[in-house]
Nanobody
C-alpha cells in the first residue's frame, strides 16, 4: 500500500508562486506515474500535471502550461509542483496522485487512472 503525504498549501497573493511537494511511502515501482490534480468548490476534480518514470515525460493542463513545472526525485520517491504567476482561479484543494502503471501520455491526465491519492491541501490565491 502506498501513502502520499502533501506539504501544506496556504494563502498566496495573485502573481505569486506556489510550491507543493508530495512524499510517497512504499516501493518506487508503485509510483511510476505521478500527478497533481485540483478541485475548486462546486467543480469536478481536474488534472494539473503529471510525470512518469523512465523517460521523465511530462504533461500539463492547458490552464497551467507555461507557468507550471512538475518534477520528481526517484531516489527519495517524492515529487513537486511549482506554479508561478498565480491567479485567483488557481484556488482549489490540490491533490497528489500516483499509480504503478507507466501510462501513455494521453492517459496521464485521467483521474480514473490513479489508485493512490493524498489527502489534499488547500491553496487560496487572493489579495
Amino acid at each position: 500500500q502506498v501513502q502520499l503525504t502533501e506539504s501544506a498549501g496556504g494563502l498566496l497573493m495573485p502573481g505569486g508562486s506556489l510550491r507543493l511537494s508530495c512524499a510517497a511511502s512504499g516501493s518506487a515501482s508503485s509510483t511510476n506515474t505521478m500527478a497533481w490534480f485540483r478541485q475548486a468548490p462546486g467543480k469536478e476534480r481536474e488534472f494539473v500535471a503529471a510525470t512518469r518514470r523512465g523517460d521523465n515525460k511530462k504533461v500539463y493542463a492547458d490552464s497551467v502550461k507555461g507557468r507550471c513545472t512538475i518534477s520528481r526525485d526517484n531516489v527519495r520517491n517524492t515529487f513537486s509542483l511549482q506554479m508561478d504567476s498565480l491567479k485567483p482561479e488557481d484556488t482549489a484543494v490540490y491533490y497528489c496522485a500516483a499509480t504503478s502503471r507507466n501510462w501513455i501520455l494521453s492517459a496521464m491526465s485521467s483521474k480514473e487512472n490513479y489508485e493512490y491519492w493524498g489527502q489534499g491541501t488547500q491553496v487560496t490565491v487572493s489579495s
